[in-house]
């Protein structure tokens, strides 16, 4: 058994699997009555959300996962914000999801896809910050033997005003902590926040500077062994046979296994020994039906759907087929997007340790709960019988969320050796061939103009796949996919900005064998290249400035059209660019932010484009850490703009062309443009991050591209063209 | 047995002398700072400094690091002491998931060794390293306040 967890940096540790029965029994008692729920040192726990020690450290809850994009110090700033508690004492640790299900899930969701880590959970963080706030006020007040109205808190530090005398929150955890919790305890109004808003510094920085920070890929367990694993490399195929004796001497290598029908594990003392096991051992792939298929088929079957009679409606007004038809002037295009590996910088991976009794696992996850859900459903265990601990993520960027495909896979080859700890690490090649790609779309759009060039109508066919026809098909309506619209919405945190009098956006459903995912942006990225750099056809077919002629469509999306116009503004579009120098507008809205941006290009001989300069605004509803939305807006242009010039997953013969960064190449530091942000929080909801910006990327930048040369490229990636990022 | 001197160390690892140098890094010595990303010297991931030269130690056999110093992220900072690197990185707050950053800092460090105060065309043609979070921006500005502490 083990009782220790591997140590995960300092301020993330794991709730150890020793504590975790004492949790569950401990948990199963509250929220009622006077039993106080302990942390693994024994502090105790005020609200759910909040720890404190003796020496008052605050410990916060964090169940959303860490991935680079700032959520853990965000979300630890809307506790702590209605804790008043000192900033400097705080540090922050992952609930596990075993714990949260014995407790009625009492974090909440821990699903970290949809830039939903802040905007799904800033009520109920809030709210456990101002709990336990009001809980460590009221033991003080008790411990004096005064009304509670005379005493305040603020920096950690309880003040009786009357009297002047004060204590920390550290003394009178042990009070607080006993006290029934208040229910509707109110919050505080946004303009009164002191830390929300603020650009401080990120809880988990110093330890990813001197290579201390342990990621899934460097956990360590005593006794533990290594995993290498080659799935069959045509999706829906299955091993039909491999010769595990060809390996069995190779030194080190103790196990060859099948792992569910589909892959073969070699298990050894190291990873470098399983993996050139591996390479060495002869498998034979029964490959199924699927190994017909190339990207020339999916892309007819596509190109079918552009001219269906069948499809499911969008957003419709009016009546476009109609305008269409009588319009005086007509422009149509036809746009394509690839299939787009996530290649977060660490492969896939997952250590488990299964017992007839006990199957525990730890890995980074973008969600701890459908972590755990494979834990239980692999190992055929109980909940109670199951744990999953969540590590730090080496990128994630959507493949870690809907598919916890690699915690399966661990799990069936720890059950293979019971008692034995098995670290299951993916090769980058192993990466590229199996993951959940970006979803191909093709796009036909037709506007009509009258013979005053106003826009009279639009009809935009979208053909592909749809990604929760395989991630949640539960959520189909009527088998319409309902996220294939994003951005392109009547309504909604994915709401058009424009209004066009005759308008039908509809999908032409087309699933293919590659399976798709939720990848940074999701939807909205091909959709904003289709509308935006289509919006921008319009405007050049009618003769009008792209500007003018997005603002005439705009007049009731005042919310699009502020940040628009910030971008405008900033970038100085109407004044002269530096000489070649040439810009390109984009705007959305996603995620329930508004976004923004206007891109510079240079372009030389033809193909060789500079991109100087990115101007985004981005309209979040509230700001929570500037600092840290600025860094993932550059960052967003970064992993979009490489999509847009680089990247695109081939398919031969049913399986993944591109093997390794190599073919599927990424944006180093020198085509870099410089990134201005311009963040306008309006207040009154609350909005994505992470993710938003991204899709204003590659219609700015191909919009400019355009203006540089006049040339309309609609299939992707820029590559396939010649042309070059430089 | 091979005989390696790491991070001013010298100790033996018990591997076949084919093996990567990160490999052996990683889990032989149980330096997992440097990180597998790629494993054919796309990324940068795995950059350490071999005699203070920048390389890429996932297509380095542990034989061609015999005799020579290894340093690590791990080997970076001097006597508890951050280095001018790591310490602007912390500044600048460069790093979001931080996979690539170990490799990243390394690169860097080499970097600002041979060139004390590069410019941005020295650091475009010298960092080629990967980041998919693309903290590029940051890398930038934290390689130029490095350069001037």
């Known amino acids: 058994m083990i009782t220790k967890t591997p140590k995960v940096g300092r301020r993330s540790f794991i709730i150890g699997s020793a504590t975790v029965g004492a949790g569950l029994a401990l948990g199963l008692k509250i929220p009622f009555g006077a039993s106080v729920v302990r942390a693994q040192d024994g502090s105790p726990e005020i609200t759910a959300w909040v720890v404190i020690r003796p020496d008052d450290t ?4 964090i169940a959303r996962s860490e991935m680079g994009q700032g959520t853990l110090t965000g979300l630890a700033q809307m506790v702590a914000e209605e804790l008043e508690c000192d900033w400097s004492k705080v540090t922050t640790e992952y609930p596990t999801p075993g714990q949260s299900v014995a407790r009625k899930r009492v974090w909440g969701d821990f699903s970290t896809g949809g830039s939903r880590g802040i905007r799904d959970s800033h009520q109920y963080v809030r709210q456990g910050g101002a709990t336990a706030r009001v809980m460590l006020v009221q033991a003080a007040a008790d411990t004096w033997g005064v009304p509670v109205s005379e005493c305040s808190a603020a920096n950690s530090v309880i003040t009786h005003k009357t009297s002047g005398r004060t204590t ?41 500077l001197t290579g201390v920070q342990v990621y ?37 290598v103790r196990h060859v296994v099948p792992v569910g029908d589909s892959a073969v594990a070699v298990v050894a003392d190291t990873w470098w020994q399983a993996k050139t096991a591996l390479d060495a051992l002869p498998i034979v792939w029964d490959e199924g ?128 050796i019971p008692g034995t700890p098995v670290k299951l690490l993916w090769t980058r090649e192993e990466d590229m061939l199996h993951g959940r790609y970006h979803p191909v779309m093709q796009c036909k759009l037709v506007g009509a103009f009258d013979a005053s060039n106003n826009l009279t109508g639009l009809h935009m066919r979208l053909s592909g796949q749809s990604i929760l026809s395989a991630v949640r098909p539960a959520a189909l309506q009527d088998g319409k996919d309902p996220l294939t619209f994003q951005g392109l919405n009547a309504t909604g ?6 209004t ?23 939807n909205i990225n091909q959709n904003a290249i289709f509308l935006e750099c289509f919006v921008d056809e319009l405007a050049h077919a009618a003769g009008q400035d792209a500007l003018e002629f997005r603002r005439k469509l705009m007049s009731k999306h005042p919310k699009h059209l502020a940040v628009l116009n910030a971008v405008a503004d900033r970038a100085g579009w109407g004044k002269p660019a530096s000489r070649g120098v040439y810009r390109g507008l984009a705007q959305m809205m996603s995620f329930n932010s508004y976004v923004a941006a206007c891109a510079e290009v240079s372009v030389t001989a033809g193909n060789k484009v500079k991109v100087h300069r990115i101007v985004a605004a981005t309209d979040p509803g509230y700001a929570v850490n500037p600092a840290q939305i600025e860094r993932q807006i550059a960052g967003s242009f970064v992993y979009g703009l490489s999509a847009l010039f680089m990247e695109e997953c081939t398919v031969k013969a049913g399986r993944i062309e591109q093997t390794n960064f190599h073919a ?17 929080p309006s207040g009154g909801f609350w909005g994505g991050v992470g993710e938003p910006t991204i899709c204003v990327a590659a219609p700015a930048v191909l919009n ?13 990636p820029l590559k396939n063209h010649g042309v070059q990022m430089v | 047995m091979t005989r390696l001197t790491i991070n001013g160390r010298s100790l033996e690892v018990n591997v076949n002398p084919s093996t990567p140098l990160l490999w052996a890094l990683r889990e032989q010595v149980g330096l997992t700072g440097t990180k597998y990303g790629c494993g054919i010297a796309q990324c940068g991931a795995c950059t350490v400094h071999i005699d203070g030269k920048a390389i890429r130690s996932c297509v380095m056999p542990v034989s061609a690091a015999v005799g020579k110093q290894v340093t690590t992220i791990e080997g970076l900072a001097a006597n508890g002491v951050l280095h001018k690197v790591q310490k602007a990185w912390g500044d600048h707050e460069v790093p979001q998931c931080g996979y690539c950053q170990s490799g990243m800092i390394m690169a860097v460090a080499a970097l600002l060794k041979d060139k004390p105060r590069p410019t941005d065309a020295d650091i475009d043609a010298s960092i080629t390293n990967i980041c998919r979070c693309g903290t590029f921006q940051q890398v930038r500005e934290a390689i130029h306040a490095a350069a001037k502490a």
């Open chain 1, 216 to 252: 899934g890929a460097d956990l360590k367990l005593p006794g533990m062994l290594n995993a290498a694993i080659k799935d069959c490399p045509v999706f829906g195929g299955k091993v039909k046979s491999f010769e595990a004796a060809k390996v069995t001497g190779i030194p080190g």
């Open chain 1, 168 to 208: 920390t929150y550290g003394k009178v955890a042990e009070a607080a902590a006993k006290l029934t919790p208040p229910a509707n305890v109110s919050l505080k109004d946004p303009k009164d926040w002191k830390l929300i808003g603020k650009s401080v510094k990120r809880l988990d920085t110093m330890d990813k």
């Open chain 1, 500 to 522: 066009i009098p005759n308008l039908l956006i509809d999908h032409a459903m087309r699933n293919t064998h590659v399976p798709p995912g939720f990848w940074r942006g999701v």
């Open chain 1, 289 to 416: 039906p699927n190994a017909q298929v190339s990207s020339a088929t999916i892309a007819e079957m596509l190109k079918a759907g552009l001219d269906a009679e069948q499809a499911f409606v969008g957003n419709q007004n009016g009546d476009a087929k109609a305008a269409i038809a009588g319009a005086v002037k007509k422009i149509e295009a036809v746009y394509a997007y690839p299939f787009q590996n996530h290649a977060p910088m660490e492969p896939m991976n997952a250590t488990a340790r299964y017992t007839e009794d006990r199957c525990e696992v730890w890995g980074p996850t973008q969600n701890g709960e459908a972590a755990f859900a494979a834990t239980l459903a692999a190992s055929g265990l109980p909940a109670d019988k199951c744990e999953f601990y969540k590590v730090h993520l080496g990128g994630g960027f959507g493949r870690r969320v809907a598919y916890q495909d690699y915690v399966t896979q661990a799990v069936l080859i720890a059950k293979q």
């Open chain 1, 493 to 498: 945190d994915f709401a058009i900005g424009y």
């Open chain 1, 664 to 680: 599927y190449d990424s944006m180093r530091i020198a085509q870099m443009p410089k990134v201005e942000s311009i963040i306008m």
């Open chain 1, 58 to 61: 605050v410990v916060i809850r």
């Open chain 1, 704 to 716: 400019a591209f355009f203006a540089a040369t006049g040339k309309r490229i609609r299939t992707f």
